[in-house]
């Protein structure tokens, strides 16, 4: 059931038909360190099996984060980002605090993420650096998982640029 959270003239909404994919993948493709080049039919297939959470202002939106999810044991947060001009007014932490409470996502026992400086701001929201690292492990092919082509230009400008993945 899709839900929608209110603060003045910004909301936040699961809502999969308001989803502005335009917004999305300019972004995403064009803006992001860590989707740069995933094209539209790859970033609309990764949203349609994730729980999106669109944020918006007076109907525009401004902002996204999804998850992927089984619901019961186990999160991954993706895709979060707040554009430019609406940034440093709290929204991203609004965004996290009401994907951390959302009510289908209680009681996991892991919730994961990537990113290459943000930490401080999802440490406020219970996450901190792999306990044992070691443990972990990881299957990544960076020309894989942005469709089409297989983006070669833009994996040697993000290793280039010294670019962690996510
Ligand atoms: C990161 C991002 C979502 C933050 O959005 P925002 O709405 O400006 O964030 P908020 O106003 O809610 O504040 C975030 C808080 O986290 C802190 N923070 C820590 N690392 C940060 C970072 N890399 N970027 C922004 N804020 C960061 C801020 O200082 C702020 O703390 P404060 O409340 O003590 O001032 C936004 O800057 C963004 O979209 N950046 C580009 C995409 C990106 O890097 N996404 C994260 C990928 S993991």
Same mark, same amino acid.
């Given at each position: 059931m899709d839900q929608i959270w209110r603060r003045g003239v910004f909301e936040i909404s699961t809502e999969r038909a308001r989803l502005d994919y335009d917004v999305l993948c300019d972004f995403l493709s064009r803006s992001s360190y860590w989707a740069r080049g995933r094209t539209r039919d790859v970033i609309r297939r990764s949203i349609e099996h994730s729980l999106p959470f669109g944020l918006y202002r007076d109907g525009r939106q401004i902002g996204f984060a999804r998850v992927v999810t089984d619901y019961t044991t186990f999160a991954w947060l993706a895709d979060v980002f707040v554009l430019a001009e609406?940034?440093?007014q709290g929204?991203?932490?609004w965004l996290m605090e009401v994907i951390t409470t959302h009510p289908e996502l209680q009681g996991?026992?892991?919730w994961v %993420? &990537?990113?290459r400086d943000a930490h401080e701001l999802y440490r406020r929201f219970g996450f901190a650096? %792999? &306990?044992q690292p070691g443990r972990w492990m990881e299957r990544f092919d960076p020309q894989q998982g942005n469709?089409?082509?297989s983006d070669d230009a833009n994996v040697e400008t993000a290793s280039a640029k010294g670019l962690a993945h996510t």
């Open positions: 609406f940034r440093g929204l991203a932490k996991l026992r892991r %993420l &990537a990113t650096e %792999l &306990a469709g089409g082509l």
